[in-house]
């Protein structure tokens, strides 16, 4: 019989098993070590073992869930009215027989009773305390279409869809081709700088990209003293690869600079990065592009992107019965965790 309990410090061998044996599709890498679970979810500093929910069939684990907070507007602090279920896996052999449904209901429960209001399931930024680096790739972009078990499941237990992501690549073992006319006179304008990634911008940024060492790819006005007129981070991918079959790499975070707009310089910027990383044999380039940003969606069409994949993130009501009056004394203290 299934039982569920919380996390222990024990399990991360078993869970990595179960990762291994449910996240089979192209979102998701094969856990070599658990320090990989290390890295990405427990050693975060908001990481609670009552979150990371365990099923149990006379002590083999046949699953896990993982659920967390979104932060404050301010990306500051976690704020508990907003629950997020990060992660479920269930192993191939113990599928269709309750156990996800006991997984998330579980988590919904946690969730509540630490003072959640909304409910949200498939992480994507900035709701996304657990995810990055181990599932979705660049950035968070929800569950994808590529794990088909995800979005039937999520329906069917309440889960409504509620946004969603394109994920964009572009194979960098051809010729790149993206070609523009308004290329020569920019580049005669712009210089392409590369540096380490300045300080991360937020509490919320640090928690989430952990460990991470992008670099920032600069477009410098050689007229204006240099003063950046685009940027963009870019990480490698470092585990995707071997899913992928080629050292792959992610653009985060394409900015321009407002009055720059509309004058080719993100598509020269994206050009210049895809040039820089085939030119260090990587094999793969990625973008994600949330759907309801259409000039995000358009500008990894027009530099040539492809797209591979689309996620989506899904919100439920708290259900009527669990929720927890407001004024009620719940057990529970919003601990601030900003610096
Ligand atoms: C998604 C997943 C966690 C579901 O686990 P599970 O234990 O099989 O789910 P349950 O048995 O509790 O299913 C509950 C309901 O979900 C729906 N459902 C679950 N899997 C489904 C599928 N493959 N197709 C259609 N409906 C499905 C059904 O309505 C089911 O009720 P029913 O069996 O009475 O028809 C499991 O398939 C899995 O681990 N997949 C790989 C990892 C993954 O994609 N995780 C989500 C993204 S992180």
Request: proline share 8%; with cysteine; aromatic share 10%.
């Amino acid at each position: 019989m299934t039982t569920f309990r919380r996390f222990r410090n024990t399990d991360p061998p078993a869970l990595a098993d179960v990762w291994n044996e449910a996240h089979t599709a192209r979102g998701a890498y094969p856990l070599r070590t658990p320090a990989l679970l290390e890295r990405w979810v427990l050693g975060k500093p908001y990481f609670d073992h009552d979150g990371l929910i365990v099923a149990e069939d006379d002590g083999r684990v046949q699953g896990y869930a993982l659920a967390g907070f979104a932060p404050t507007p301010e990306l500051d602090a976690l704020s508990f009215a907003d629950g997020v279920v990060c992660s479920v896996a269930v192993r191939p052999g113990d599928r269709r027989k309750g156990v996800g449904r006991g997984l998330v209901e579980q988590c919904e429960a946690y969730l509540v009773r630490k003072g959640a209001r909304t409910l949200r399931a498939g992480p994507v930024w900035p709701q996304c305390p657990f995810g990055f680096g181990l599932y979705g790739g660049t950035n968070c972009p929800g569950f994808l279409a590529s794990d088909p078990d995800a979005d039937p499941f999520f329906r069917s237990q309440g889960y409504a869809p509620a946004g969603q992501t394109f994920v964009f690549q572009k194979k960098l073992d051809q010729p790149l081709t993206a070609a523009d006319a308004r290329f020569g006179l920019l580049r005669r304008r712009y210089e392409t700088q590369i540096l380490r990634a300045a300080a991360v911008p937020s509490w919320w940024h640090e928690c989430v990209w952990g460990t991470l060492d992008p670099v920032e790819f600069r477009l410098v006005d050689k007229l204006a003293n240099n003063l950046p007129a685009a940027r963009a981070v870019v990480w490698e991918l470092e585990g995707y690869g071997w899913r992928w079959g080629f050292p792959s790499a992610g653009i985060l975070d394409i900015q321009v600079r407002d009055d720059l707009r509309r004058q080719g310089l993100a598509k020269l910027l994206i050009s210049q990065i895809l040039r820089f990383l085939q030119d260090q044999f990587f094999g793969i380039c990625e973008v994600q592009a949330p759907a309801d940003r259409p000039e995000l969606v358009a500008l990894c069409r027009a530099a040539g992107l492809d797209q591979v994949d689309v996620g989506t993130t899904y919100t439920k009501p708290v259900p009527e019965g669990m929720q927890v009056p407001l004024s009620r004394p719940t057990g529970w203290t919003p601990v601030s965790l900003g610096l």
